[in-house]
């Protein structure tokens, strides 16, 4: 499997015409109930001491207001036998400076082997369903671990319709940032994302980590072409 790693700066046109022609940016921050993003537009995935992360049913958007019918769910529980942790970067710069230390502090991680009592757990899941058909999607995620000196690589898989994939070095990141775009919901709507350990994971327990997601939906060339040919029309009938 090819993987490839990128920063928020190389999609960041992608990013910007999702946020103008959809207005539909999702945030979500994974990890301690003690730890979350207070600020409007953040969705906070928990879960306590020892219980599974729980189904959001109801997902917002950057600006607060509900996105119809979206939900998020952990079907592939990553490390649940203890609080998810805050080791994360409290100095986020660079790429990851666009997000608050309240996300990027605090992680899901997973690990291979038995870890703290847990078993082997070599990779976790995500799942986001109720997607628009019309529309793909850019992933941004963000993994942070810092005060260590081995390698502790995360992979991470997209698959929709179609699928990507990409590396982040964890291991005191400050600044990077990983960006997988373009990918379309499934049949049933449905994009799947699995974190689990890269190919130049040196760390003896393989963790891996997710701090952060952001998501953002992005209108398809031909619906854009349509948008903008709307638009015309309307700055034609404007004139008349």
């Known amino acids: 499997m090819a993987f490839s790693t990128s920063r928020l700066l190389v999609a960041g046109s992608t990013l910007a015409l999702?946020?103008?022609a959809s207005g539909q940016t999702m945030l979500f921050d994974f990890g301690n109930t003690g730890q979350q993003t207070l600020s409007p537009g953040w969705n906070n995935v928990t879960y306590p001491n020892p219980d599974p992360a729980p189904t959001l049913f109801v997902v917002f958007d950057d600006t607060g207001a509900i996105v119809p019918g979206v939900t998020l769910e952990i079907p592939d529980q990553f490390f649940i036998n203890g609080p998810p942790s805050q080791l994360g970067t409290e100095s986020p710069?660079?790429?990851?400076?666009?997000?608050?230390?309240?996300?990027t502090d605090d992680y899901f991680f997973g690990h291979t082997g038995d870890f703290a009592g847990g078993p082997d757990n070599p990779t976790g899941g995500i799942k986001i369903t109720g997607l628009d058909q019309s529309l793909t999607y850019d992933f941004t995620f963000m993994s942070s671990r810092t005060g260590v000196n081995d390698s502790r690589e995360t992979a991470y898989s997209v698959?929709?319709?179609?699928s990507a994939d990409g590396l982040?070095?964890?291991?005191?990141?400050?600044?990077?940032?990983?960006?997988?775009?373009?990918?379309?919901?499934?049949?049933?709507?449905e994009i799947y994302i699995?974190?689990?350990?890269g190919p130049?994971?040196?760390?003896?327990n393989s963790f891996y980590y997710i701090n952060l997601m952001q998501v953002?939906?992005?209108?398809e060339p031909a619906s854009?072409?349509?948008?903008?040919?709307?638009?015309?029309?309307?700055?034609r009938r404007r004139r008349a």
């Open 18 to 20: 999702g946020a103008s």
């Open 93 to 103: 710069s660079g790429d990851a400076a666009a997000y608050p230390v309240s996300a």
């Open 159 to 162: 698959t929709g319709a179609n």
């Open 168 to 189: 982040l070095e964890a291991s005191n990141n400050d600044t990077e940032v990983l960006s997988i775009t373009g990918i379309f919901p499934d049949a049933n709507d």
């Open 194 to 197: 699995e974190v689990s350990a």
């Open 200 to 204: 130049n994971n040196t760390n003896g």
């Open 216 to 219: 953002d939906a992005v209108p």
């Open 224 to 235: 854009l072409g349509l948008l903008g040919a709307s638009g015309l029309m309307l700055l």
